[in-house]
């Protein structure tokens, strides 16, 4: 069965310094895509990062990296340079090759501290 | 470009009355997906259409839930008679494509609240 870990069900990190949140997955499939989003008060998820199985290379876009972990099946988000608008719930997804479906993880909330 | 819109942005319903949530997807968008979150737990897939079609249903709970995508625009999601059980926040989503790399789109959720 497909399924997402996230076990930090809050976070809290100085603002400026970096943090890592934890996602990890189950699944038999050697074809699959994780994904990062952000879901901030407002309610709207937005998508932050994606990782492919078969990419060798981690993701990164602007301060966000994944730190994928293929053997370990991990696939934690990096947010370095922490700021205030970061403050959010961070829910980890993955999809399966060949599907429409999305599993979504329980999400982390991140506290961003002045 | 307008975004994934959705309404009500809250509804607060008795139990045993009947709710209608709607979703208007990205131009474009053949794929359009509504996704479930109960309070504290994961987000959980309902159901999936490409253009009108319902492509995967096996997330919906119950036959109390209905949805439709006719002319394969905007979706709605009826719920009826609504239970305690069915309150949370009812996501719809988008994409343009059926790649693996495809982002969902995500509309600002529908809050339910079933007294």
């Known amino acids: 069965a497909q399924k997402i870990t996230q076990t930090q069900p809050g976070m809290f990190v100085q603002e400026k310094e970096a943090v890592t949140l934890d996602c990890t997955y189950d699944?038999?499939?050697?074809?699959?895509?994780l994904f990062w989003y952000k879901q901030p008060s407002s309610g709207e998820m937005i998508f932050l990062i994606y990782?492919?199985?078969?990419?060798?290379q981690n993701a990164t876009e602007g301060r966000y990296s994944l730190n994928f972990q293929k053997a370990r099946k991990s696939a934690n988000l990096v947010i370095s340079a922490s700021q205030l608008g970061d403050s959010a719930m961070y829910f980890c997804?993955?999809?399966?090759?060949?599907?429409?479906?999305?599993?979504f993880g329980t999400g982390t909330r991140l506290k961003v501290l002045a | 470009e307008a975004g994934v819109t959705q309404f009500p942005s809250h509804s607060v319903i008795e139990k045993g009355q009947t709710v209608t949530l709607r979703c208007d997807p990205i131009s474009g968008h053949d794929n359009l997906y509504w996704y479930r979150r109960v309070m504290g737990k994961e987000i959980k897939f309902l159901l999936h259409?490409?253009?009108?079609?319902?492509?995967?249903e096996s997330g919906m709970p119950n036959n109390r839930f209905l949805a439709e995508r006719t002319g394969g625009t905007y979706s709605t999601l009826k719920v009826q008679p609504a239970e305690l059980e069915d309150s949370g926040v009812y996501f719809c989503?988008?994409?343009?494509?059926?790649?693996?790399?495809?982002?969902?789109?995500f509309g600002e959720g529908s809050r339910l609240t079933v007294l």
């Open positions: 259409f490409v253009k009108e079609s319902k492509q995967d």
């Open positions: 990782q492919g199985s078969y990419d060798e």
């Open positions: 989503a988008s994409s343009q494509d059926n790649r693996v790399t495809g982002e969902l789109f």
């Open positions: 997804a993955m999809r399966r090759s060949g599907t429409y479906k999305y599993i």
């Open positions: 699944t038999s499939d050697q074809s699959y895509g």
